[in-house]
């Protein structure tokens, strides 16, 4: 790998890996200058990899880089000359309190207790989202806003303010205690499929980003599964449901960048490995009494690994949605159970339940009736996609009610 | 709005239905209460077990299963939310232990705790 390649790659495995040792030792007080060492560090790298070209072991290099630096600012440190060092000064203590451990274990709970710490539910979701990408993900500034469509000024107001309110709150960077664990996980597994779906449903034309933070989510979770103490069914639960997911990727866009709606996907372009490893991941799901909303989520996308039209899946989706809207509510949900209701019990049945969802500012719920009453009353089938077209948000939506409005 | 239980009454709760009629019924009550929950109206659901029921008598006489002279029995209830009775009535008649003769749904109001009754 070229240097040009070879940082900006090492950037996005290591930054995050050097922020959160940094930080954890460090404390969120002073999260700001362990973002600056790692930064640092890098543009180290860069200016002397350049003229040297690489070491042969760029990330010991780069490790040992980032520890100097931490020591020499921790020497610079006056609370820690003036309070600290007189006390302990000539004791080994002192080379201890001194040592940046940057290895593979100390590295892994930091990122995990990071995990913990962004993921507070002192923090507004939009708040922890950024905050992942940038700490935990190691994203630019500019990749985060193109994520969000937004501007760079915006993510960096939304990320110091965030910041300010992990100082405010006081949180810890540490693991939540076992009576806590449960809550806090639950918190971490919501924001980890946010952030998944961020990537899946945003509206960002950059397909490369857009997987990455998919990605992103994959290696968040799979941390997760790493740790005994956070390898749970419901974490192996959403894992798989985000494998299965993930496995549609390449199906779900045409060549203009186009999205391609599910009946119209070439199952061949389906990620046979992907549905595996979701596959295997819902098997280990499947231990305990505990029937989490991503086992429910995960079993309706199995379900939607399987391309035949049958009614046993229609009949299944349909069961596992009326579970899962039992547990939590959502338009969408309640939409996609309605569909599902069509196809096991008949379109008469699932108009009448259609109509009395009134959810007449969404879209799709429009776009939901032109589908049943298509075939069936086409006027109706004409004057709900009308709605839904001019309900929709982008020229692609827009697109589709429009096609689906010649067809009738 | 307010919460309201749902009750399904069977007339004649020694009555056993069949593996298929349970399965069929299953399907039924599961959509029926889909339903509601698709509309964000759904709070919780309690289904009543048989196995083991006892009845407390007046004299303290404790027999098994509701069965004796009356027949009629409580077979479970869900709650949900309504903005009036009339509203959770309707929800009440998609229920489908309707579909027996004689049964029915009652439809209560639930007491909230800070009006007393």
Known sequence: MKNQELIPHLFRTEYRKIVAVLCKRFGFDQIETAEDIASDTFLTATQTWTYKGAPPNPTAWLYNVAKNKAKNYLVRNSTFETKIAPQIAGSSEADDLMEIDLSPQNISDSQLQMMFAVCHPALSPEAQIGLSLRILCGFGIDEIAEAFLSNKETINKRLYRAKEKLREEKIKIEFPGPSEIEERLENVLTTIYLLFSEGYYSVSQNQTLRQDLCLEALRLCTMLIENKSTCKPQVYALLALMCFHASRFEARVNKNGELVLYDDQDPGLWNMELIGKGAYYFKCASVGTELSKYHLQAGIAWWNTQKADTREKWENILQLYNRLLQLEYSPIAALNRTYALSKANGKAEAIIEAEKLKLIDNQFYFALLGELYAGIDNEKAKQNFEEAFSLAKTQADKQAMQNKINKL | ?117
Not at chain 2, 19 to 29: G, L, N, R, S, V
Not at chain 2, 52 to 61: I, P, S, Y
Not at chain 2, 82 to 109: D, H, I, Y
Request: net charge negative; aromatic share 6%.
């Open chain 2, 1 to 117: 709005m307010d919460e309201y239980a749902l009750i399904m009454r069977h007339e004649d709760g020694s009555k056993i239905a069949s593996p298929e009629q349970m399965e069929i019924w299953m399907k039924a009550t599961m959509d029926w209460i889909g339903g509601i929950a698709a509309q964000n109206k759904f709070v919780s659901g309690t289904g009543l077990l048989f196995d083991d029921a006892k009845v407390v008598h007046h004299n303290k006489l404790v027999t098994n299963r509701p069965f004796g002279e009356i027949k009629e029995t409580i077979g479970g209830f869900i709650t949900v939310k309504a903005e009036s009775a009339e509203e959770a009535a309707e929800f009440a008649k998609g229920c489908p232990v309707l579909q027996g003769e004689g049964n029915t749904m009652e439809v209560r109001r639930i007491a909230k705790r800070d009006n007393g009754h």
